[in-house]
Every structure is written in C-alpha cells, then in structure tokens.
T-cell receptor, first 112, second 113 residues
Framework: QQQVKQSPQSLIVQKGGISIINCAYENTAFDYFPWYQQFPGKGPALLIAIRPDVSEKKEGRFTISFNKSAKQFSLHIMDSQPGDSATYFCAAEMNRDDKIIFGKGTRLHILP | EPEVTQTPSHQVTQMGQEVILRCVPISNHLYFYWYRQILGQKVEFLVSFYNNEISEKSEIFDDQFSVERPDGSNFTLKIRSTKLEDSAMYFC???????????FGEGSWLTVV
C-alpha cells in the first residue's frame, strides 16, 4: 500500500516530442505527489508537484495530469529537449508524514 | 540558492569498517533525512530526524545504522560495520517544515569492498 508504481523503466523520445511517464498508487491517504528529476551524479531535485484537489498542473513545458478516481498521475514533457535527459521519479507523501515514497524511476533519453 | 552539502562525495571502505557520512542541511531547516539509492534502483527512505531524535526509520535502518546531530549544523549517518550490500549512494535531505519541499544533497557514494 505504500508503493508507488512507475512506468516505463526507460524511454527514448525524439527532440521536440512529448515524453510521458506514468505512476499509480494504492494508498488514498497520499495527498501530495511530487516529481523529481535526477541527473547523473546529482541528488533528486523537485521538478513539479500536485495535490489531489486539482486534475492538472502546468509549469512551462512540464505538466502533471492527476486522476484521483483511478489513483494515477503522469508527467508530460512537451517539446522534449536533450537537456531533459535524466532519470525522473514520481513520488507520494501523506499529510504531515515524515517521508517521501519514490517510484522506481524512468530513465529518459531525448535524441538530438 | 541554499543547498544541502554532503561529504565525502565518494568513499571506499573495507567490509566490516565503520563509516561516517556527513551532511550540512540548509540552515533554517528543522527536518532531516537520509535516503539511499543502490545503483540503478529507486531512492529508498532510511530515517527521518526532528527535534534531536529519530522520528521514523525504515526496515533498512537496522542496529548497524545511527544518526546524530552533534552540533547546530552537521547531521551524520554512521554505519558501524559495513557490508557489501551497503554499497550505494547516500543522500541527505532537509526541509523547513512538514509539507514543504524536501531538498536533497548531491550524495555520498559509498563503495564497500
């Protein structure tokens, strides 16, 4: 119940294309869903996050779509660029809880 | 932008040796964490620390692990007797309050041989 399931494990997208990464969760007590971006040799960095009271959040080229009834959420990267090549982790937190639960990560490679 | 700093960036140690990984969280933050990431795998929670005590720990965080905040700025993770399977990247993280963004350091890569 504490898991966050993420897919695909790896993704290759042409420059300018749309990258889509999907996540699913079981525990309805989760109420905060961040996405982290990690470059090789670096720590995860918060990219964008959403709470379940909204169905979509957009920041620049990055959009989270959230489906509360299906307990699924996804990250869309529009106009994908080679600099977006990184590992992306979806995650979940419970209100006032003290830890983040991470998905297994998606290694994204954008072809130039 | 303020950041979490970790030392060392990479450490190689013999199996059975003690290791201390050090972290300087962001200065006005109150909640501190250690996570680890085995090569190619997901980031796993180890322990959270608030008000000078452990607030939560995972099943990974057994008696071989301990954390300490010896002064007002440092936050350390000690592994008493390292095992081969402790080889991983260890991330320190901090945040100002529950519900706020967690900031991660760049990690300490531990290799146990």
């Amino acid at each position: 119940q504490q898991q966050v399931k993420q897919s695909p494990q790896s993704l290759i997208v042409q420059k300018g294309g749309i990258s889509i990464i999907n996540c699913a969760y079981e525990n309805t007590a989760f109420d905060y869903f961040p996405w982290y971006q990690q470059f090789p040799g670096k720590g995860p960095a918060l990219l964008i996050a959403i709470r379940p009271d909204v169905s979509e959040k957009k920041e620049g080229r990055f959009t989270i779509s959230f489906n509360k009834s299906a307990k699924q959420f996804s990250l869309h990267i529009m106009d994908s660029q080679p600099g977006d090549s990184a590992t992306y982790f979806c995650a979940a937190e419970m209100n006032r809880d003290d830890k983040i639960i991470f998905g297994k990560g998606t290694r994204l490679h954008i072809l130039p | 932008e303020p950041e979490v700093t970790q030392t060392p960036s990479h450490q190689v140690t013999q199996m059975g040796q003690e290791v201390i990984l050090r972290c300087v969280p962001i200065s006005n933050h109150l909640y501190f964490y250690w996570y680890r990431q085995i090569l190619g795998q997901k980031v796993e929670f180890l322990v959270s620390f608030y008000n000078n005590e452990i607030s939560e720990k995972s099943e990974i965080f057994d008696d071989q692990f301990s954390v300490e905040r010896p002064d007002g700025s440092n936050f350390t993770l000690k592994i008493r007797s390292t095992k081969l399977e402790d080889s991983a990247m260890y991330f320190c993280a901090s945040r100002g309050d529950l519900g706020n963004t967690i900031y991660f350091g760049e990690g300490s890569w531990l290799t146990v041989v």
